[in-house]
């Protein structure tokens, strides 16, 4: 048995930090860890890489970019995340983002979110989501300059409030939220307890 989990969260929030300091914590006990990232590095996650670069803005319609996060999604489970949960190698996968994230982004930028549910209906769905919470001050605290859209300050306080809904969207799912502004071990503690609790339950 393994567990899936998935980190979520605004940019900013702190999802690679904890997924970097997860696989530090359960490496040391002898756990194996499996970490990625979305967009990952598939056919489709370079072109998402484009498309969502400051040079290509406007130039792709919220449900082309849809399209190429499930297509992303699809890719890397077929050619990567099946065999690895399969194959039982490791103990804890590790997302960083997933398709939450497209419903969160992309419901907000006008698709239907019906649409975007049966576009990601064959992704894994993973089995715990942990979406980290931090305020639009402690957003603009941490983050430097880029490069990517999604960065208008009014948007980014509609994202928070469209990750309160996840749980709404999606009642029968795993979904916990987590104070990302807590003190960063702190943040692992408290999410490497639950994922413990589950590990040991198998
Ligand atoms: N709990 C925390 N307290 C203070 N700073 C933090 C905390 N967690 C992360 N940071 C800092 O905030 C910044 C953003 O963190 P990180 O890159 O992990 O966020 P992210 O959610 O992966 O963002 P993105 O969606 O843009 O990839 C980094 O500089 C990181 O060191
Ligand atoms: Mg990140």
Known sequence: MN???VLEGIDGSGKTTQANALREYFTSKERKVFVFHEP???????????????NSRDKYSPETISLAFALDRMMYKDEVLEKIIKSNRYD???????FYS???YQSLQGVDVEWLKLLNNY???PDIVFVLEISIEEQMKRRGESNIIYE????????IEEYKKLKEYFPNDEIHYINGEKAIDDITKEIAHTIEDKLKGD
């Open 152 to 159: 208008k300050r009014e948007f980014q306080e509609k994202l």
């Open 3 to 5: 567990l899936y989990i």
């Open 92 to 98: 804890l996968i590790i997302g960083d983002r997933s």
């Open 123 to 125: 992704v894994i769905k």
């Open 102 to 104: 497209s419903i969160v």
């Open 40 to 54: 990952t590095y598939t056919k489709a996650g370079l072109i998402i890489k484009e498309m969502i670069n400051k």
